[in-house]
């Protein structure tokens, strides 16, 4: 594997159900995002880990939970998600400093994620 | 507040018919401007980055320029296969020593054949 990869690809889930989205790069970044994208919207910064701690939480509702256990791997966690959470979740990572992440960006192809 | 406005939303293009891209932008502490490109269904692909005003880079048919206030992405004679979504982001500080992202809306390009 190579690049950033983000499994499942594609998940319908029902409002009460756990589910959690997986996030791998094989890169060797120490920094790790997850992203919202909602059709007409520009991309919304949800989490942010540099060097497994987490530096952002852009006020994200409790219903979403991330786990960074290593640099290479980030999980995102779901629980009794909303329709309007239906969106496609980006993960991405990227070389930061012990100043603050930064740098470009490498992005992984997505979950499209559907709540019914 | 801080934001990036892209324009236009949408773009056709005839095959070979040359264009630019605007990205402007008011943020605080600038430290990195951002052009990725995105096909539908995948995450976006890193094409440039600039860092201060005047600088100029290249990639194929690309060119990507920075002023104070916008970014240009010229597109010369473009091919279909240059059909694509491109993402402007900014990267700017946000106190402390950390950083923050903020993307655009995206222009959505289509080049005919």
């Known amino acids: 594997e190579t690049g950033v990869t983000q499994t499942p690809r594609h998940l319908v889930m029902g409002m009460t159900n756990k589910k959690s989205l997986k996030c791998e790069q094989h890169l060797g970044h120490n920094a790790m995002y997850w992203y919202k994208q909602s059709a007409k919207k520009p991309l919304e910064l949800m989490f942010v880990?540099?060097?497994?701690?987490?530096?952002e939480n852009n006020s994200v509702p409790s219903r979403f939970s991330p786990e960074c256990p290593n640099s290479s791997h980030l999980f995102l966690h779901l629980h009794t998600l909303q329709p309007e959470d239906s969106a496609l979740y980006l993960c991405a990572s990227s070389q930061a400093s012990l100043a603050g992440v930064g740098g470009e960006q490498f992005f992984g192809p997505g979950t499209r994620l559907t709540v019914l | 507040e801080d934001q990036v406005t892209q324009s236009p939303e949408a773009l056709r293009l005839q095959e070979g018919e040359s264009s630019s891209l605007n990205c402007s932008y008011t943020v605080s502490g600038l430290r990195g401007l951002f052009w990725y490109r995105q096909d539908p269904g995948k995450g976006p692909e890193f094409l440039f980055t600039?860092?201060?005003?005047?600088e100029e880079k290249e990639k194929e048919r690309l060119k990507a320029t920075l002023t104070k206030k916008e970014s240009f992405l010229h597109i010369t004679a473009p091919k279909p296969e240059d059909s694509a979504t491109y993402l402007c982001a900014v990267q700017a500080s946000w106190g402390s020593g950390t950083y923050k992202y903020i993307f655009g809306t995206g222009t959505r390009l289509k080049v005919l054949a």
């Open positions: 880990y540099n060097f497994k701690e987490q530096t």
């Open positions: 600039l860092y201060s005003a005047g």
